[in-house]
């Protein structure tokens, strides 16, 4: 089966006036168009190939790499809007239509939307929606605490960053726990902090290596790895130089020592922490 809005392994079939004809195991056959025929090939090849529908709605295969594919989020630039909706830079020849209905807010000329990808049912068309929460949930879970997990970030709150977790949550990075600059649409790896009752995630950035450990606790780890052993820091330090050094609030800092303090992984002196072999 050819799947829109995906990429397909297709088997070159025969090669015609406008392009070459792809097809699959089920005796379904796309376009390829000459402007995008490789400069050498034979019948019977495989070629990777992404499929969309065209300016006059007929199917067919591009090998131009799109910023977003069916079932995936993006930041993509308007190009233009009218009063049906707002059609969208994605790396390809036609637009990606967002139709008003699918609009968090009006869209405008120039401005950059984080969206998500589908094919409309009644069109068959792929098309986008800036209502990201519309296509997450977080009634059954599919991570837990101190998972680490794929982030995209989705908007800013008066306490934080929201975030998309793993392409199916939402979640939440606090203030406390942001020690670099982010924006929209900017993916990056994160942490599963403490899942809540009502199954709201809360989010810190960063890998996680010692799964047993919370996620400061582990950072606080490799810094003393990286460092022979030794930091440099207590209980005591200011925390700015807590903030310079591990990027986390002092709070945070005092909670995560007593962690490693108590599964005997680290000996506290007066000029600061020290691991233990």
Same mark, same amino acid.
């Given at each position: ?62 090998? !131009? ?7 995936? @989020? ?8 009218? !009063?049906?909706?707002? @059609? ?85 990075? @606090?203030?406390?726990?942001? @020690?670099? !600059? ?96």
């Amino acid at each position: 089966m050819i799947h829109l809005g995906e990429y397909n392994t297709l088997t070159i079939l025969r090669d015609t006036e406008p392009g070459l004809f792809l097809g699959d195991d089920e005796n379904n056959d796309v376009l390829l168009p000459n402007r995008y025929v490789p400069e050498s090939f034979e019948i019977g090849d495989d070629i990777e190939v992404f499929v969309y529908l065209d300016n006059e709605e007929r199917i067919i295969a591009t090998t !131009d790499t799109p910023y977003i594919k069916k079932g995936d @989020f993006a930041l993509l630039r308007c190009n233009q809007a009218n !009063d049906f909706g707002a @059609f969208l830079d994605w790396g390809l020849v036609k637009e990606l239509f967002c139709p008003f209905k699918e609009q968090a807010f009006k869209m405008k000329k120039g401005g950059w939307y984080l969206v998500y990808c589908f094919e409309d049912e009644v069109s068959n068309r792929l098309v986008a929606s800036s209502k990201t929460n519309h296509y997450l949930s977080n009634k059954e879970l599919t991570v837990q605490a101190f998972d680490e997990v794929d982030l995209i970030v989705s908007h800013p709150s008066d306490i934080g960053m929201n975030v998309i977790v793993n392409k199916l949550h939402t979640g939440l990075i @606090f203030k406390d726990d942001i @020690f670099q !600059d982010l924006s929209v649409g900017d993916r990056l790896k994160g942490i599963v902090k403490k899942v809540r009752p009502d199954n709201k995630l809360d989010i810190m950035l960063g890998k996680i290596g010692y799964r047993s450990i919370e996620p400061n606790a582990d950072l606080i780890m490799k810094e003393l790895e990286d460092n022979s052993g030794y930091l440099n820091l207590t209980d005591k330090s200011a925390p700015e130089a807590i903030k310079e050094t591990l990027q986390m609030s002092k709070k945070n800092f005092k909670k995560a020592v007593g962690t490693l303090y108590k599964k005997r992984l680290i000996e506290i002196k007066d000029d600061g922490i020290y691991l233990i072999d």
